[in-house]
């Protein structure tokens, strides 16, 4: 058992990538996705990389069920516990205004509707003292309204259980068992143990919801394993960049609901680590969607809360942004006006140059008519593409706008990257990043094709295109950590603060930290632990997160004011400005628990001669360029655009005027003019 094996699948292609421990050789591949049943698509994809599933000594993969299923409204139905009295909280939400200037702003409609919210006797204060005591019966007379309403799911969350769970985990005995296996439990403490009582409910809702869908899925991959005699545990991809293993995540499900991008982020944290580039931009450009994410100083932006589709979850979460703009996006007519995406043709019937009864024009087929992809070897030779149907496809939407169908195409494309370059703009520029300062990481089946156009469009002089770029994401599925998030409520003023009873809360997050990942089978040298508090001036409403140099530092003398000054400057670089002078508050302590696995090589090219290339004529700014097509594992040297260079999962576009190098972890680095 050598094999080390990770798997993206999207919503198009599953993607696989297979290292070989005796060897150090990488390969890559990819089989279509199976929408009926993802096992099947898993199963095709690992037989192109495996020949005896037996070698499997690891698996992880990345899964996008609950997010899909939260996208698509077609998640578990939901009886929602309250403490009583405070019933209303999910439907009120935040009364702020999410887009202050649109007219057409509505909030998110609630996952559970207000007559499917019952409310439990019982009541805690701030500080976890009991009030009142939990009153069982209406936690039994949920119990029952949750078993004859055909309910799949009951999600608890009662007041301060932040501060002491004790009526919620009383609550959540009750329930189990009274419904048993048949119906998901969620206390609000197990899935975000922090304050802030709406974004705690939505986040044990989100679960709530998506959880079932997960289970499912995981149980069933599992079963597919066990039934072809494999031991290999199954790992599954976080949000948050780190791993789990499938027991796990069926027990915290909503841990999985970024499961399938973050791959990409994780990929490109190690590229940074073999660049020796601190700040990249990572862009993911499948058949659907187009993904953005960070690396910065090395290491993936996380925030320890987000919003996804308008609901906030409150947990540990690499900062995406995701647009409805893939090889797969279409191109329709609206007002007379030119429009790509965000809807799909899929991976059924798919772009029409797919030959499956798509009819319709996409980007894909866009850049088949502009002579951008080889269509005798696309995806490694898996796919030939039907050249005549994307131009029939491009041609009709050309004469309903009364266009030249070649200068349609590029219209396409040149509408698909300005939403892109947006995309990336949301992410850096509104946030106070400048993306020049950045390089461009390149990846997915169609990133690598746009990406010298985006980076254009944003001033960004390097592109870095990685091996196997359509199975980057699930390269960096085997380059992440199992990754454990603890919590727990620390409100003190600046006045208050006993730094050895701080450093006692960090010691005991540690050992549970430490314990977490021997349950997921780390070895004890592989463990580390970081720590980090969230701080905010007195005043404030929201926190910034701080990290520590180890748990011991809070007892240390001078801790008050070296963490002031380290938040006064945080405080600066996010909002550009500080008031040093002000008193602080802590919040929140954030220990997190990292189990490390061997490093895979980069999937570098095996030496090849290189071939000569075929010479095809290639349209770039409405001229057309005599361009060779060129296979990427006989590249060495410089490579000045217009090229086209292609692989077995991609791609590569170089424009005129770029200039293309390999480097020696067999990168693709593209210079951009400006």
């Known amino acids: 058992m050598s094999h080390r094996v990770a798997m993206d699948i999207g919503g198009t292609f599953t993607d696989v990538v297979c290292y070989d421990e005796r060897s150090g050789a990488v390969t890559a591949s990819k089989a279509p996705t199976t929408p009926g049943d993802l096992a099947e698509g898993v199963f095709a994809a690992l037989g192109r990389v495996v020949d005896d599933p037996a070698g499997i000594s690891f698996f992880v993969h990345g899964t996008t069920q609950g997010l899909n299923a939260l996208l698509e409204r077609k998640g578990a139905r939901v009886l929602l516990l309250a403490s009583r009295g405070a019933g209303d909280v999910y439907q009120i939400a935040r009364g702020n205004r999410e887009r202050m200037f649109d007219l057409r702003y509505r909030k998110p409609e609630p996952l559970v509707p207000r007559q499917d919210v019952m409310e439990a006797g019982g009541r805690l204060d701030h500080l976890g003292r009991e009030l009142a005591p939990l009153d069982e019966e209406s936690v039994r ?40 296996d048949d119906v998901l439990v969620v206390l609000s403490h197990e899935v975000a143990r ?130 409805g703009a893939g090889g797969g996006s279409l191109a329709y007519a609206e007002a007379g006006a030119l429009r790509v995406g965000p809807e799909s043709a899929g991976a059924v019937p798919g772009p029409a140059c797919y030959g499956r009864g ?93 990406a010298a156009f985006i980076a254009r469009e944003l001033g960004i002089s390097e592109v870095v295109v990685p091996r196997f770029p359509g199975a980057f994401s699930a390269w960096g599925m085997l380059e992440a950590d199992v990754r454990r998030d603890l919590t727990h409520p620390y409100f003190r003023p600046q006045e208050a603060l006993d730094g050895a009873d701080m450093s006692g809360y960090f010691v005991n997050l540690e050992r549970e930290a430490l314990d977490a990942l021997a349950g997921q089978g780390v070895p004890e040298e592989r463990r580390r632990v970081e720590h980090a508090v969230d701080l905010r001036y007195e005043g404030q409403d929201y926190t910034l997160t701080i990290p520590l140099r180890d748990a011991a530092e809070p007892a240390e003398a001078g801790f008050l004011t070296e963490i002031a000054a380290r938040y006064a400057e945080a405080h600066t670089s996010r909002y550009g400005h500080a008031t040093p002078e002000a008193p602080v508050e802590f919040v929140m302590l954030r220990s997190t628990g990292f189990g490390s ?62 200039l293309a190098t390999v480097d020696g972890n067999g990168f693709l680095i593209v210079k951009v003019d400006k």
């Open 194 to 323: 922090e304050w802030r009582e709406y974004e705690r409910t939505s986040s044990a809702v989100l679960e709530a919801y998506t959880g079932p869908v997960v289970r499912r899925y995981l149980a069933r991959i599992e079963r597919r394993f066990a039934e072809r005699g494999l031991a290999v545990p199954v790992h599954v991809m976080q949000s948050s960049g780190g791993l789990v293993n499938a027991s796990y995540a069926m027990r915290r499900p909503l841990q999985t609901l970024l499961s399938g991008p973050v791959g990409g982020t994780m990929g490109g944290v190690a590229a940074s680590r073999l660049l020796e580039k601190g700040n990249l931009i990572c862009v993911d450009m499948g058949g659907t969607s187009f993904d953005v994410s960070l690396v910065v100083n090395g290491r993936p932006d996380v925030s320890a809360e987000a919003r996804i589709e308008g609901y906030p979850v409150l947990m540990p979460i690499v900062n995406l942004h995701t647009i």
């Open 141 to 180: 007379a949920a119990a029952r309204r949750a078993r004859a309403g055909g309910f799949d799911a009951v999600a608890v969350c009662l007041l301060f259980s932040f501060a002491d769970p004790a009526h919620e985990v009383r609550a959540g005995e009750i329930l189990r068992a009274e419904l048993g």
């Open 358 to 450: 798509g009819t319709r024009a996409t980007v894909t087929d866009a850049n088949v008519a502009l002579g951008r992809v080889d269509p005798t070897w696309f995806a490694g030779g898996l796919m030939t593409l039907d050249v005549d149907a994307a131009g029939a496809a491009v041609a009709e939407l050309a004469g309903e706008l009364d266009l030249d169908p070649l200068r349609l195409a590029e219209g396409i494309c040149e509408v698909a990257n300005a939403k892109m370059a947006q995309a990336i703009r949301t992410l850096t520029v509104e946030h106070g990043v400048e993306p020049r300062e950045f390089a461009l990481v390149a990846f997915g089946g169609a990133g690598a094709m746009h």
């Open 597 to 658: 696995f061997p490093r895979t090589a980069a999937p570098a090219p095996q030496a090849q001669d290189r071939a000569a290339p075929d010479v095809r004529d290639v349209i770039f700014d409405g001229e057309v360029h005599r361009t060779p097509v060129l296979r990427r594992a006989g590249l060495d040297g410089e490579l000045a655009g217009p090229a086209i260079v292609v692989e077995e999962t991609a791609t590569t576009v170089i424009p005129p005027g770029c």
